[in-house]
């Protein structure tokens, strides 16, 4: 048994380092992913359920590294916001969105909203407003089609600071997003403080919701969201039935592989044009 005992401690320990050097690889190949123009974007529409129109798009980060081929944004932000790399990177990713959908609009593709993930880390910068702002100005885009999708994680760091500068953005008339709704820390309480004008309901409760709990969970979620005013997008729907469901309970907004996947920045209008020839 002791044995046994050192050697799981061995392989831990292995297991702990070859974790620590793979995020060390990741980190050291991020460093120069804007100057060597490794990031793109790519975009995935959300659709307006009641009206069946396209809403807008999420803006999702791909990053494909010569030396490591496509790394999946869920193995490099966290490594990004630790090394506090997501600060040029999300300011890349606002502005590229920005511009993106600005392009559309010049293009007689207009009314379509941006929706960009916003770090923690971004969020705590002093000058985060001044930077939004300047992206706006920078791009043209009108402050009514960007929308700010945070998490959860805001709350176990400086609240009241987040929310004023969220305040201030909302004043500006930029939207704010909550992601991933229901999987985090939120008390309902802290929510109601927040100037948000979107909750979007994490995939996990949309994927069960042929199960009679999950059902009645995500029911309860759309409920809250609206008691409080705020619009109601479901990510993650992937299944006619899980549309008829969220068409039933009156959800605002629908995203996921049923409408599309992300889609390269090159083929966006194209998929448009496609959608509204029917
Ligand atoms: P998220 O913000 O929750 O984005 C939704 C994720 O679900 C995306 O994964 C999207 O491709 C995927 N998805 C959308 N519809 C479906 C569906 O119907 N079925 C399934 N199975 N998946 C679906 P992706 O692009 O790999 O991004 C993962 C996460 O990485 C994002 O989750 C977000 O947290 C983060 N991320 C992506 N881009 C950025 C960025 O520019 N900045 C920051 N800070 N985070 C980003
Ligand atoms: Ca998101
Ligand atoms: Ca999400
Ligand atoms: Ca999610």
Redesign the pocket.
Known sequence: AKEAGKGTYVMYGQAMQQHFDERMIIEKHLRNVISNNELS??Y?PLVDIASGEIWGF????RWYSPVLGFV???SF?KIAEDSRL?VP??EW?LRSACRFIKTLQVQGLEGYHIS????VVQLMLDNFTEMVMGVLQETGLSPEFLEL?I?ESIFIESFEVIVNKLKALRQQGIGVAL??FGTGYSSLSYLQQLPITTLKI??SFIDGIDSPHNMSLARSIMTIGHDMGLKVTA????TPEQLAFLQRTSCDKI????IS??IPENEVAGWVADRKAG
């Open positions: 974007l790519h995935q999420e803006a999702l980060i999946s944004p869920l932000i997501i990177i999300g990713v960009v993930n916003i770090s999708e998490t992601d991933d994490d995939k990510e993650g729907v992937e995203q996921g592989y049923y996947r992300p």
